[in-house]
């Protein structure tokens, strides 16, 4: 139950963090190097988090054959908050992106690649 609020919690607090407007990265103290590095702070943050998402998914303690179905979850995830971002975008100053489901989809590779064991299991982790 504990690894269904965890993974919940964070698909929650990701979709929200994915939606809300955001403010002028310029402003802050770090103001310029986040401006300077935006993409690549951008995009691997969409990596890391989608990554995590997926070693989370690992560990959810159902049968490996449905565990699978979170996978395909967290792609279609993916898909929905940069659609999202796109209808918002005239609100909220975001701009869904192709690009970054790509990104959204390596990071779910990489991080069903790091707990790889885990997913081939038949059992419950």
């Not at 989608?50 to 699978?68: D, E, F, I, K």
């Not at 005239?90 to 959204?104: E, M, Q």
Request: aromatic letters at 12%; one cysteine or more; proline letters at 6%.
């Amino acid at each position: 139950m504990v690894r269904w609020l965890i993974w919940m919690s964070v698909v929650i607090a990701w979709t929200v963090a994915l939606e809300v407007p955001v403010p002028d990265p310029g402003e802050g103290p770090a103001g310029e190097f986040i401006v300077t590095n935006k993409y690549i702070l951008g995009k691997s943050l969409h990596v890391a988090t989608y990554g995590l998402l997926a070693v989370l998914s690992a560990r959810v303690p159902l049968p490996g054959r449905y565990r699978w179905l979170m996978v395909f979850f967290l792609m279609g995830h993916a898909w929905g908050t940069e659609m999202l971002q796109k209808a918002l975008e005239p609100w909220c100053h975001r701009g869904g992106s192709l690009d970054d489901v790509g990104y959204d989809i390596l990071g779910i590779v990489l991080g069903v690649g790091a707990t790889w064991k885990s997913w081939m299991k038949n059992g419950e982790w």
